[in-house]
């Protein structure tokens, strides 16, 4: 943004405390449902300072993702995404129905490549227990959620 617009932006000539606040209520939902229509809200992208002042308010939410059949493919491309905009640790939680073991194991092969993080935990996990570890975690948690049935 240039200074000519920033002088003209009656947003961008507030105080950064009062910002952050209009970012909380215009980008904070607490809870965001992620599905393949999911985009960040327009005033991300309005402009690059606005961009980096709120970018992290709005990554501050918790991200739900339903995962039917055991198919991971959103889970894979939001957490490439989460890793492309730097919040790769961002709070997601997960429920899974349906069961597809086929999926299971490409999932269980994509977090044991590195390709996407496991149910319940974070990136840093890895690093720290191992892909294999993480890997059976998911499996287990998702087949726990099945027990019993067939």
């Known amino acids: 943004m240039t200074a000519k617009n920033r002088e003209s932006s009656r947003l961008l000539q507030l105080p950064p405390e009062l910002r952050n606040r209009i970012y909380e209520h215009a980008v904070f939902d607490n809870v965001v449902m992620i599905t393949p229509s999911l985009k960040q809200p327009s005033l991300l992208h309005s402009c690059k300072q606005i961009r980096e002042e709120a970018l992290g308010i709005f990554y501050a939410n918790e991200f739900k993702l339903h995962i039917q059949d055991c198919d991971a493919g959103l889970l894979m ?74």
């Open 77 to 150: 491309a939001f957490s490439v995404h989460l890793k492309d905009v730097g919040h790769e640790d961002g709070v997601m939680r997960f429920s899974v129905g349906g069961k597809n073991w086929n999926n299971l194991q490409q999932w269980c092969l994509r977090i044991w490549a590195g390709d996407v993080r496991p149910l319940s935990a974070r990136w840093s996990d890895l690093d720290k227990h191992g892909h294999a570890m993480m890997t059976v975690k998911t499996a287990d948690v998702v087949a726990a959620q099945h027990q019993g049935n067939s």
